[in-house]
């Protein structure tokens, strides 16, 4: 978990792996986005970012980055 936490999102990034998927499940979670449609997001956001970097593949991987923190996802 502590390496999440300081580990940048991409090189040159302010937030870090942590932060970004706290931010996009709450608003996955705000907006009621299915699973598979986070899917979607998070393949386009892929694309935008730049290579490589540390956001989640899919909306499992994201899930169990938080799981630990005792947070309901």
């Keep these: ?7 940048l999102l991409y090189n040159g990034s ?3 792996k942590l932060e970004a ?14 699973d598979t ?13 730049p290579s490589p970097n540390e956001l989640p593949q899919n909306t499992y991987e994201a899930k169990q ?3 630990p923190l005792g947070l309901e996802v």
């Excluded at 978990?1 to 580990?7: E, G, P, S, V």
């Excluded at 998927?21 to 986005?33: H, P, T, V, Y």
């Design 1 to 7: 978990m502590r390496k999440h936490a300081k580990n």
């Design 14 to 16: 302010i937030v870090t």
């Design 21 to 34: 998927n706290i931010f996009l499940l709450e608003m996955k979670a705000r907006n009621g986005i299915l």
């Design 37 to 49: 449609r986070f899917n979607d997001v998070l393949s386009l956001l892929q694309k935008f970012f």
């Design 65 to 67: 980055m938080i799981y």
